[in-house]
């Protein structure tokens, strides 16, 4: 039965081919593309809008010249559509998984400094435990972990707040911090150095995250901190891959979380600077939407990923303690 506020013509016209036709269009800001990415003929799809909009009882779209933009209103129902698309397309998923005899999937997002020692770690226990359940990653900074988490890409993430407001939307529990590190590769010229400032280290080329990612906004700080201009010769990178493939081939330097660069600076590949950086981050932790439980599965993942947390501030409070820490200056 419709709900008072929500028009029974609304409720009865509203179809998957419609959601499909709103995604697309809001994603693409033409009419004619979004009709042809849903194997639509464009007159079709103009009808198409124009019942939705009448449906609605309000323009969703404007069209000016550059094409179809999308109207403050319009913009919340293009969500939707994008988000009950995602949740669809999932529930099929799962529903193929469990009709073939597994035990349906769980999409988990983890920022750099947690997919190492807190993510992976926690996924591979889970799977030990539910062998035929299917599991996916995604690697990325913490604003586009939390734009896939907005629109129901993922169960939950393992990240940081990356803009102000949004606790209104997400939950979120603290987990442990990143034990950063400025490394080069091995051989570098400032392998040679018994103490080093920030000052030192700017006029080399730098490896930098996004600027919208958290961990980058922090040395920002630390460089305003020192009254140090962000370094002009710099790369600014997503990928961890990227990341350590530029280190190594060149005479860059980079701030990564220890648990990224463990590896590399056990054999060799790189080598760690005498500088402190990045003392202020804030923990990550996992972040979920408001008001939606988990489920059994990711409710597990989230308790094993509490265990590795645990150990990962152990070994942190470890490293700090044998790690000389100079004042920084510049």
């Given at each position: ?35 042809e ?167 080399w ?12 906004q922090?040395?920002?700080?630390e ?9 002009e ?19 860059a ?9 463990r ?68």
């Amino acid at each position: 039965m419709s709900s008072p506020a929500l028009p029974a013509a609304l409720a009865n016209r509203l179809r998957y081919r419609h959601l499909m036709l709103l995604h697309r269009l809001g994603e693409l800001g033409n009419l004619h593309r979004a009709a042809e990415a849903i194997s639509l003929a464009q007159p079709s799809a103009s009808k198409m809008l124009r019942d939705l909009e009448l449906a609605f009882g309000f323009p969703l779209f404007e069209r000016s010249a550059r094409g179809m933009d999308v109207t403050e209103l319009g913009r919340h129902v293009v969500e939707f559509a994008g988000s009950a698309l995602v949740d669809f397309e999932r529930f099929v998923a799962d529903l193929e998984a469990k009709r073939r005899g597994g035990f349906g999937q769980i999409v988990v997002g983890g920022i750099m400094g947690a997919a190492p020692d807190v993510v992976a770690r926690a996924v591979a226990d889970l799977k030990r435990k539910r062998p035929l359940l299917a599991v996916r990653i995604l690697g990325e900074t913490s604003d586009q972990l939390l734009d896939l988490l907005q629109r129901r890409e993922l169960d939950l993430a393992v990240g940081r707040f990356s803009a102000p407001l949004q606790h209104n939307r997400f939950d979120f529990e603290p987990l442990a911090n990143e034990l950063l590190c400025a490394v080069v590769r091995k051989g570098h010229p400032l392998c040679r150095a018994k103490a080093l400032q920030l000052a030192d280290l700017v006029t080399w080329p730098w490896v930098l995250q996004l600027l919208s990612s958290p961990a980058r906004q922090l040395m920002e700080d630390e460089f305003a901190q020192a009254n140090l201009r962000t370094p002009e010769n710099l790369v600014e990178c997503g990928s961890i891959f990227a990341m350590l493939q530029l280190l190594r081939a060149s005479d860059a330097v980079a701030v990564l979380p220890e648990s990224v660069v463990r590896d590399s600076l056990d054999t060799g590949l790189l080598r760690r600077l005498p500088i402190p950086v990045g003392g202020k981050l804030s923990d990550f932790g996992v972040l979920t939407r408001k008001s939606e439980p988990l489920g059994p599965a990711a409710l597990e993942l989230v308790a094993l990923m509490r265990v590795y947390a645990a150990r990962m501030t152990k070994r942190n409070l470890a490293s700090l303690k044998r790690t000389r820490k100079p004042r920084l200056s510049a």
